[in-house]
């Protein structure tokens, strides 16, 4: 299993980014797929997913009207379109694939999809900064 992401940089507030999550190794089409970041002296953090197999989204509650994830079964991508951008939003971005049994929980109400515990596989990482 492989996941690469890209597409992180640096930006002035109030600026656009779009990250891209590369995945390859899995069953793509039937999986969960994350969006986590870790800012500077905090905790990893859930910041969105998405089900591949029926497109449902889950949004942390903070970043939900700015913050846009989506994914592109052929090409086996995951993206997350940044809006609006804080320099709060400063930190490392990580797609992550759901364990296999993730899809179930979250289609029958259970799981915790911003959990890391719940996923599986990770990538490297991909810096985004919000400069002031």
């Known amino acids: 299993v492989q996941l690469q992401a890209s597409g992180g940089g640096v930006v002035q507030t109030g600026g656009s980014l779009r990250l891209s999550c590369t995945a390859s190794?899995?069953?793509?089409?039937?999986?969960?797929v994350g969006w986590f970041r870790r800012a500077p002296g905090k905790e990893r953090e859930g910041v969105a997913c998405?089900?591949?197999?029926?497109?449902?989204?889950y949004y942390a509650d903070s970043l939900k009207g700015r913050f846009t994830i989506s994914g592109e079964n052929a090409k086996k991508k995951v993206y997350l379109q940044m809006n609006n951008l804080k320099p709060e939003d400063t930190a490392v971005y990580y797609c992550?694939?759901?364990?296999?049994?993730?899809?179930?929980?979250?289609?029958?109400?259970?799981?915790?999809?911003?959990?890391?515990?719940?996923?599986?596989?990770w990538g490297q990482g991909t810096q985004v900064t919000v400069s002031s």
């Open positions: 190794g899995f069953t793509f089409g039937v999986s969960v």
């Open positions: 992550a694939v759901g364990s296999p049994i993730l899809p179930l929980k979250l289609r029958r109400g259970g799981g915790r999809w911003s959990e890391s515990s719940e996923y599986a596989y």
């Open positions: 998405i089900s591949i197999s029926d497109g449902t989204t």
